[in-house]
């Protein structure tokens, strides 16, 4: 299988899970945003493309107040579920490498309920 239809496949797989699970925004606003990523995030493409990093921002610009904050960490973390082969240091570089900063943690291992209300930073 080619790697392009493997990411083809995973999108798909990401917006029919959001969609059978009736998951409301901010789920389902992120997984449109992410999807510029996967590429990345799945070592198919060296950087992050300018799509990619706008919705990267775009998510940020979401996580105003705790519970938005903490919604992004449990969408961030059920996509570790859902899309295959997501290299966890990409995952965790890529806003860095989009030129953003966020602590929202980022993995599938992570307690979102430990996420705070915080300051952060767009590129």
């Not at 299988?1 to 959001?18: E, F, Q, Y």
């Not at 921002?57 to 997501?86: E, H, W, Y």
Request: a neutral charge; one cysteine or more; glycine letters at 8%.
């Amino acid at each position: 299988m080619s790697r392009g239809l493997i990411v083809v496949l995973a999108m798909l797989c990401w917006w029919g899970w959001n969609m059978a699970m009736g998951e409301v925004p901010p789920c389902a606003d992120l997984g449109n945003e992410g999807l510029p990523c996967i590429p990345y995030v799945s070592d198919f493409s060296i950087s992050p493309s300018p799509p990619c990093c706008q919705g990267v921002k775009d998510i940020i610009k979401m996580g105003v107040t705790r519970a938005d904050r903490q919604a992004i960490c449990l969408c961030v973390k059920k996509a570790f579920s859902v899309i295959p082969n997501i290299d966890l240091g990409r995952a965790q570089i890529l806003p860095h490498k989009c030129g953003s900063d966020t602590d929202i943690p980022i993995g599938p291992n992570v307690d979102c309920s430990k996420v705070l209300e915080t300051e952060m930073k767009l590129g």
